[in-house]
């Protein structure tokens, strides 16, 4: 799913699936027939609804799905921020439409905390500071407990970077909604992905509303975001005489002595992915463990407590993951080096293995083409150094995505996948409980089995980070994001063919 910036937005507005022209108070409706739909389903009708709405369209979203569900027997009220004489045409046909039975109310003291606010007070139109009165409006809402549903984005968020080229690289968060669901439009938007304002977007719900796909598809956007069509078409299939040579053999050299952990949950993701043959390269004073844990695991042995020597025979594997709990020493830093030098395949690179780069930049050039990086933020900053905002993040991670001819995985909330060419994917699965111990480290195996298994590094990258994602969104359904761990996450892999 392609992601359009501001302008792009405008542009897509004007047409429908059918590629015709759509008069915008038409497009209002068919987008608050989906939004109505969504509540509908998704909220107790004893909730009473308060919705919030502005002058321009976001708000006329927000009146016509008052309207819709009112009719469908919800306990709607109107806080109207602006008058008719401030509205735009379609926000004022759509509060002409309003059954009388809806009443408005002028102050927020007159709903309880069972209220769900409807944010429809800014849509994707905002530029610049919030202004009165909608900058005292969404100060309000977000001193109350009441739950939030924001339309399209929260308001007060730009479409775009939380960073805007002319703001002097200061962002006001205190004027965003604090939303805990956005039902975004169509596709979400980038500032929603981002760490800076992402927080504010809460769970997004992306809503279909029939934009014309060719034009979205064709516009020139450098982002993506990761949803189950991508994956679907992805997918690789396993036949019924295919036997285990075929699917590829994956090396993990990773652990080292009181470290095994990190090499055993990358082994166990790794044999999650469907490849034929996984083969882990430890100390030999931990052999006993992974053979009980994964006996079908092939064991390569290093005469040291750390990796000290490559395994032999290397060129027989077809992908090579590396870095979790290897330490830093400087005999694995030049095993390390040899690895980079003599692999003829692109290599999993994490944890360690990305610190011992960062530590000699000179071991940067040596990454084989079309490799895997996959730093989480400090791990980033070490290799890049410091950034200032999201927009001087995203040219650092471009510019080494670009020097090394390597994938950069940045691990995150919305994990973002960066290319050599400037294209960015953001992932839609995962959660706040998957930021513990050793869920890079399944990440890692799970990736490297991939690209053994046949995806491109580019395919690999995208459907590992995906299915990582949502195993950690199952082990949140059962455990909750406080008590799961990072070995729940092997338990709940599924990659599906």
């Known amino acids: 799913m392609k992601i359009l910036i501001k302008e792009q937005i405008k542009e897509a507005d004007r047409y429908t699936i059918e590629n015709e022209p759509i008069a915008s108070v038409d497009l209002m409706e ?14 107790d009708k004893q909730s009473p609804l308060l919705f919030v ?38 926000c004022r046909i759509n509060m ?39 900058a005292s409006i969404i100060s309000q809402i977000n001193s109350r407990n009441n ?55 809460g769970v997004i719900i992306t809503l279909p509303v029939g934009l014309n796909k060719t034009y979205i598809e064709q516009a020139k956007s450098p982002y993506r975001y990761i949803d189950k069509t991508l994956i679907e078409s992805l997918r690789k299939k396993r036949l019924k005489f295919d036997y285990k040579n075929i699917y590829g053999h994956a090396l993990l050299i990773c652990g080292s002595k009181n470290m095994i952990g990190a090499a055993m949950l990358a082994t166990g993701a790794a044999l999650r992915s469907g490849c034929g043959l996984v083969s882990v390269h430890i100390p030999y004073d931990e052999r006993i463990a992974f053979q009980t844990r994964f006996p079908s695991a092939i064991l390569s042995f290093d005469k040291a407590g750390y990796f000290s020597e490559l395994p032999s025979d290397i060129d027989k594997y077809n992908a090579i993951g590396t870095g ?44 084989p083409a079309n490799s895997i990086l996959t730093p989480h933020p400090g ?18 991670v471009i510019s080494l995505s670009s020097a090394t001819k390597s994938i950069i995985v940045v691990k995150g909330a919305h994990t973002a996948i960066y290319l050599p ?29 991939l690209l053994s298994r046949g995806y491109s590094s580019f395919e690999a990258a995208v459907t590992g980070v995906y299915f990582h994602g949502l195993a950690g969104d199952r082990a949140c359904e059962k455990y909750g994001s406080e008590s799961m761990n990072s070995l729940d996450l092997l338990e709940e892999i599924r990659v599906m063919t």
């Open 379 to 396: 791990e980033l900053k070490r290799l890049t150094g410091e950034w200032n905002s999201e927009e001087n993040k995203h040219r650092k």
């Open 30 to 43: 068919r987008a608050a027939e989906a939004i109505a739909g969504w509540i509908d389903e998704n909220v």
């Open 96 to 134: 002409e439409r309003l059954p009388a039975e809806i009443p408005f109310i002028n102050s927020f003291k007159e709903i309880d905390e069972r209220t769900i606010i409807i944010d429809a007070l800014l849509g994707t139109g905002i530029s610049g500071n919030v202004k009165e009165p909608a």
């Open 324 to 367: 979790c709990g290897s330490g830093i020493r400087l005999e694995t830093m030049k095993a390390f080096e040899t690895l980079l030098k003599s692999a003829q395949i692109p290599l999993v690179i994490d944890a360690d293995a990305l610190n011992m780069m960062a530590m000699n930049k000179e071991l940067l050039k040596y990454i």
């Open 53 to 90: 709405t502005g002058k321009g369209n976001n708000g006329g979203d927000g009146l016509a799905v008052a309207r819709i569900l009112n009719q469908k027997g919800f306990d709607c009220s109107i806080y109207a921020a602006y008058g008719k004489d401030f509205q735009n045409e379609e």
């Open 421 to 449: 060419d400037g294209t960015v994917y953001f992932n839609s699965t995962g959660n706040a409980g998957m930021a513990k111990g050793g869920s890079g480290d399944v990440l890692t195996g799970l990736i490297t089995g």
């Open 147 to 201: 739950k939030v549903i924001s339309i399209d984005l929260p308001s007060g968020m730009s479409a775009d970077t939380p960073v805007s080229l002319h703001s002097n690289n200061e962002t006001n968060t205190s004027q965003i909604i604090k939303a805990d669901i956005t039902l975004t439009l169509e596709f979400p938007k980038l500032a929603m992905l981002l760490p800076e304002t992402g927080e504010y977007a």
